[in-house]
């Protein structure tokens, strides 16, 4: 079945620091693949996504590329901010269209940015 | 625009009690999906809605029931309630074009 993997947390940053959260994934075919952000007490946001091999997705100064031959989607930042102290969850679907796909979830990885 | 909307935020709930979880979905949306998010683990797919009928479902006991209303709005009941099932439960919902959009999550809380 899918499965996400990725790196366990906490991660503690000062601000302006360089940020590498890495994620890999096992999937069936050509899964799409997702950042998101939880803030504390919030739901889910879209951070960012890339729905085939090589594409970058990038958002708010974050990236991720899509790297099939690694089966990694690891997110990027150059310089953090407090405002992104957050948990971020890597996730997968199996299907590229909007809708009907479900979302397998890693275990997500908190975020502390210090001024 | 209204997101997705959930109630009751918060809730307690005693060991083998039933509960019964709402979610109003984003202004033209018609799929609604649930997860359950442990504390310190990511969500888990619980099942989706679309027409009023679980299109999709995870690997959940039958304790876990939904329901879809014409409106497109969506209730998550569980029965005989679990301490394990203490966890916030998400609802998204998205339609053919969008993605998802997530609530803020019922925070269930079984002692």
């Known amino acids: 079945g899918n499965s996400v993997t990725q790196m366990e947390g906490p991660v503690t940053l000062s601000e302006e620091a360089f940020l590498t959260i890495n994620c890999t994934y096992t999937?069936?075919?050509?899964?799409?693949l997702f950042w998101y952000v939880q803030y504390p007490g919030e739901g889910l946001q879209l951070l960012l996504k890339a729905t085939k091999a090589d594409d970058k997705g990038s958002n708010k100064g974050f990236e991720a590329t899509y790297r099939k031959e690694t089966t990694s989607f690891h997110l990027e930042k150059g310089s953090v901010q407090v405002s992104d102290s957050a948990v971020y969850f890597c996730a997968l679907s199996d299907h590229s269209g909007a809708g009907s796909y479900q979302l397998t979830f890693g275990k997500g990885t908190k975020l502390s940015v210090i001024p | 625009d209204a997101g997705v909307t959930q109630s009751p935020t918060h809730l307690i709930k005693t060991r083998g009690q039933q509960v019964t979880l709402r979610c109003s979905p984003k202004?033209?949306?018609?799929?609604v999906s649930w997860y359950q998010q442990a504390l310190g683990q990511g969500p888990q797919f619980i099942f989706q809605?679309?027409?009023?009928?679980?299109?999709q479902r995870g690997n959940f006991p039958d304790r876990f029931s939904g329901h879809q209303f014409p409106n497109y709005s969506s209730e998550l009941n569980v029965n005989a309630l679990l301490l394990g099932d203490s966890a916030l439960y998400l609802c998204?919902?998205?339609?053919?074009?969008?993605?998802?959009?997530f609530g803020s999550g019922t925070r269930l809380t079984v002692v």
């Open positions: 999937a069936t075919g050509y899964p799409s």
């Open positions: 202004s033209g949306h018609d799929t």
């Open positions: 998204a919902s998205s339609n053919d074009r969008d993605g998802y959009t």
């Open positions: 809605y679309y027409e009023e009928e679980e299109r």
